[in-house]
């Protein structure tokens, strides 16, 4: 798995001497100097003066290393956080543009009302190979449909397909961008998002990120009158340019996002704004026909190795209930939960 410059830091060398080993080496090369030189041997002892001169010369080489690495405004307990990207961090690649068909392939045939959805996955990745990029360079997906037809299943799948995480972020429990893009400190939720937090855990620098109805992302106002909106806080992410060199409001320094895969869901463009809307051009979805239905409860089915017959009468379920439009894909999966519950409840004597 390729590894990418993450975080625009310079770790120290490991080995890097303390302040003692650096004192004590100070001290045997003034020894020594002061020999060279011919001093008489009772010299050689170390004066208050000789010492305190050693310890300064001590603690500035080592605050310059500190300057040097572009962490010595954090903490201890971050710097040593920050140590997973010692090496950089994996991507996961789509070797070939064989590779990138079969993803397509798979999402298609598991969710073909996602079409338009899966054929801009397709296209982008087949261009990322084609560009010998180390991993695919997705742009920003806003996908806009009915609710219940399946767009955060799609997400999922996506991440399954791509081998890497998939970091779900409901808006409507998140209504400030702080859960994205993190807090700086002297809030008292002060921390890194979860975007950059679930890369720490995985060290995988191009996760699927999927932020689930955009659109009802509320405004916070902080005490002071600053708002602090979601869409807002992703506009940096969503460009690449700037996504290359994000800085986090919490550890200061930069971070390579470039290479996450955003998708965003929505059920319509209304209270997103021009800026967001640039960055991520709305792809429309239809409701679910009572075909496709019918073909997600046979293919869910059969994964979960259910007879045939426990099928036939969830797909007997769908056709009864009118219009068709009133069936979600939420409502299939707990039909098929509730026969899977039926099936394994023990039996009793």
Known sequence: MPRIKFVDVRFPDPNLPSAYDIEVRLKKFLDSFRERIGSPKFDYALSEADRLKIKRRS????????????????????????????NGAQVQP???????????????????????????????MRASVRNGDPAPFVRPMLLVGPPGIGKSHWSRLLGAQ???PTTIIEATGEPASFAVTGSQRGWGSAGPGKVLEGIMAS????????????EKAGLSV????????????????????????????????????SWIT???????????SEP???????????????????????REGARRVLPQDAI??????????????NVSLRSVIRMLDAVEQTMNRPVLH
Request: glycine share 4%.
């Open 59 to 86: 603690a500035a080489y080592l605050s310059a290393v500190s300057r040097n690495s572009g962490m010595d405004h954090l903490d201890p307990k971050d710097r040593a956080r920050l140590e997973v990207f010692r």
């Open 222 to 257: 902080s005490t002071k009158g600053q708002s602090y909106d979601l869409s807002q806080g992703l506009l940096p992410l969503l460009e690449r340019l700037t996504a290359q060199s994000w800085s986090c409001p919490y550890y200061r320094v930069q971070f390579d996002m």
């Open 162 to 164: 791509l081998s890497v």
């Open 312 to 325: 036939d009468a969830v797909k007997d379920l769908i056709l009864a209930i009118e219009p068709p439009h």
């Open 203 to 214: 060290q995988i620098a191009n996760p699927v990120v999927v932020v689930d109805e955009i």
């Open 94 to 124: 789509v070797e070939t543009e064989h590779r990138a068909d079969e993803v397509a392939s798979c999402l298609h045939r598991e969710m073909p009302w996602m079409a338009p959805a899966t054929e801009r996955l397709w296209h982008d």
């Open 262 to 272: 955003w998708v965003l869901t929505a059920n319509s463009v209304n209270g997103l």
């Open 276 to 298: 967001f809307l640039s960055r991520c051009p709305p792809t429309e979805l239809r409701a679910l026909t009572q075909e496709h239905q019918i073909g997600f409860a046979e």
